[in-house]
């Protein structure tokens, strides 16, 4: 997106998937405001939220509840996730658990962790230390050092 903001350039050029309005709700599930638009919100944002009387961030978009989930700033940090279309290039399939370090978004300082599959054949990343705002949708890709081993699609 080169120009406006990503909300602006799905309105756009996706006229199609009008942005409907749903609820934001808290951890617990109470509704505590609504929103015009899943699009114009992330996973970590802090700005255009409802007024709690102390500062709340995006946990999670759920798509299909057509909401926002908010919490405090310690409830956007996770350790494991899971991420799926992996593809990889250092390696020629993942047979057994390997650390190396991941970026998980374009302003992201790599950080230590571990990747392996789990028995359902998932790849699974767990972060040596937990993280701030682990998207879905976001790419992750695994290095040693200079050299990149993989990467996918973060998905939950």
Do not use: M
């Not at 903001?5 to 309105?11: C, G, I, L, N």
């Not at 709340?56 to 798509?63: A, D, G």
């Not at 992750?140 to 973060?154: K, Q, S």
């Amino acid at each position: 997106v080169q120009e406006g903001s990503y909300a602006d350039f799905v309105e756009r050029y996706a006229p199609e998937a009008k942005p409907t309005r749903g609820d934001i709700v808290n951890l617990e599930g109470e509704v505590v405001g609504t929103h015009a638009g899943l699009h114009k919100f992330t996973v970590g944002q802090r700005k255009g939220l409802v007024a709690t009387g102390k500062p709340q961030y995006v946990v999670r978009i759920e798509p299909k509840q057509n909401r926002v989930v908010i919490g405090d700033d310690s409830d956007t940090s996770e350790q494991v996730f899971r991420v799926r279309d992996t593809n990889w290039i250092a390696i020629k399939e993942l047979t057994e658990p390997i650390h190396c370090e991941i970026q998980i978004r374009n302003r992201f300082e790599p950080r230590p962790e571990t990747v392996s599959v789990d028995e359902k054949g998932q790849t699974i990343v767990r972060f040596d230390t937990p993280q701030r705002a682990i998207t879905p949708g976001q790419a992750a890709v695994f290095y040693w050092d200079d050299v990149v081993v993989g990467g996918a699609w973060i998905s939950r």
